[in-house]
């Protein structure tokens, strides 16, 4: 059988909430595949989006698709009424094709290629950024009537990867760029700043709310009348994180600099935050070199362990993001544990995903993971030397469906590896899953006969695909 009629783009349904480890364990022991892969709990997205709409209130975040680009994702925020930061044009297509309105998109690129101008400006994206004069005239050229963004900089103290060396104007200089673009009769409707991803110095975001509300005033004495602030990313998001303490210090500085009523929009740009934690990575040990110790030395041995994911895909993300990256072992131990190196699949010496590990000794054939491995991975991943870039396989909790269904066709749930729709009796009724909304199913069962026709290879030859007791 081939595999990818188990593992599909369709969200797998489980009682509660997912466990990964048991679920990926269930995957390896199917043996369905050998190649490394994701799992996705759609419902981490859902949980990130509640915690935002409680800690951030006034700021309506706009996703950074750079961050991940999958589609099951984008159409969750989308379904949340999420926006979307966009830095080219393919990007802003792959959000327009979700049908989402063009005022939810802001182009945050401030140095953009004409050709993504005019896409801009042909499919109506009015908002984007500019750090700089000739960003100025190419907008001008190509879209006059583009609402624009003066993005400055502000860096914060210490990031995961700062930004400000190559966007953003220094806040005293930005009065220039405000005259230039009155001259050139272009409107400048607010102010953006991004100070740097994966911030660990949220005051950063006070000094960079007040140089706005700065900016503001001297654009009000020009003119212009700003009514937009956009606070940008470096909210952080693995598992344990919180933006609560950045939370406090933006809601603070809003109510000083920009109090309710004032008549300005609050906008920001959220990557990792929404994604790093809802991605697994499971990658298979397929070689290992063992390191015998020097026992007159009282060395111990360690391990070289080959994994069948590296450098050049997922863990792009040790190279570009900084990232720091952990594996686990598949079944929890407790055993005595080993020094170790982990290193991707290609030729390349340089392919090192983990330079020293301390883990129970691994054979050959077993699989480790990786969690927090949804920001910045899959999208920059290639296939140097031959080796796929992991599928994504995505599950849910019953509890997230009940919002997943709002704006997910019923047909891409599964449960036990069966269309929902053949799933009367999961525990949902008919109405319960929109049945009356698909085509054909308030008929005689004309629907359902497709699905059961669709879902009978699958229910028979799955080797397992029994999620209901995760
Ligand atoms: C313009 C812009 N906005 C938003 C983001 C997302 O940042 P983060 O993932 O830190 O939230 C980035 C990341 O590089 C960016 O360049």
């Known amino acids: 059988m081939d595999p990818s009629t188990v593992f599909d783009e ?49 700021v309506k975040p706009f996703y950074a698709v750079k961050c991940n680009d ?37 182009f945050a690129n401030p140095a953009k290629q004409n050709s993504h101008v005019r896409t801009a400006a042909e499919y109506n994206i009015l908002k984007m950024t500019f750090d700089n004069a000739n960003e100025l005239y190419k907008i001008k050229a190509y879209h006059p009537s583009a609402k624009l963004v003066l993005r ?5 103290e210490k990031a995961q990867c700062q930004l400000g060396m190559k966007f953003g104007v220094k806040v005293e200089e930005a009065p220039t760029l405000l005259e230039l673009a009155k001259s050139l009769g272009l409107d400048v409707i607010g102010v953006s700043f991004h100070v740097g991803s994966g911030c660990m110095d949220p005051p950063v975001f006070d000094r960079a709310i007040k140089s706005s509300k ?7 004495e020009m003119g212009f009348d700003m009514n937009l602030l956009d606070i940008g990313g470096g909210f952080p998001g693995n598992r344990g994180t919180s933006i609560q303490e950045i939370a406090t210090v933006v809601n603070g500085s809003l109510a000083v600099h920009f109090p309710e009523g004032c008549g300005v929009e609050i906008i920001a740009e959220p990557g990792r935050f929404y994604v790093a934690a809802a991605f697994t990575l499971i990658t298979l040990v397929h070689s290992v070199r063992e390191i015998k110790g020097k026992e007159e030395e009282g060395e111990n041995d360690s391990f070289m362990y080959y994994i069948n ?27 005595p544990t080993y020094e170790c190196s982990i290193w991707g699949p290609t030729c390349d010496g340089f392919d090192l995903v983990c330079p020293s590990e301390k883990l129970p000794k691994i054979k050959m054939g077993e699989w480790i993971m990786f969690s927090n491995m949804g920001a910045y991975t899959i999208v920059a991943a290639g296939t140097f030397n031959g080796f796929p870039v992991p599928k994504i396989h995505f599950v849910a909790s019953y509890e997230a469906w009940t919002t997943l269904k709002e704006f997910t066709s019923p047909e891409e749930f ?5 269309p929902i729709l053949m799933k009367a009796g999961v525990g949902y009724n008919r109405d319960a899953i929109g049945w009356d909304r698909v085509v054909g199913a308030a008929g005689p069962g004309s ?12 229910l028979c030859e799955s080797p397992s695909g029994n999620f209901s007791d995760f």
């Not at 400055?152 to 914060?156: E, V």
């Not at 700065?214 to 009000?220: E, Q």
């Not at 599964?414 to 069966?418: D, L, Y």
């Not at 629907?447 to 699958?458: D, G, H, N, R």
């Open 10 to 58: 369709r969200i797998y349904l489980t009682p509660n909430k997912p466990r990964i480890r048991k679920i990926a364990n269930r995957f390896i022991d199917a043996k369905v595949t050998e190649d490394a892969f994701y799992i996705c709990d759609v419902g981490e997205i859902i949980t990130k989006h509640n915690e935002w709409v409680s800690q951030l209130p006034r």
């Open 70 to 106: 999958s589609r099951i994702v984008l159409r969750t925020l989308a379904g949340l009424g999420v926006g979307f930061d966009c830095a080219s044009k393919t990007e802003i297509k792959k959000v327009l094709e979700l049908e989402v309105d063009p005022s939810m998109i802001i």
């Open 152 to 156: 400055i900089r502000c860096d914060a």
């Open 214 to 220: 700065w900016l503001f005033s001297v654009a009000k």
């Open 309 to 335: 994911d590296g450098v050049y895909g997922s863990f792009n993300c040790v190279v570009y993001d900084h990232a720091i990256v952990h594996p686990e072992t598949m079944k929890r131990n407790t055993g």
């Open 414 to 418: 599964v449960t036990n590896n069966i």
């Open 447 to 458: 629907c359902l006969t497709q699905f059961e026709q669709q879902a009978q290879p699958v």
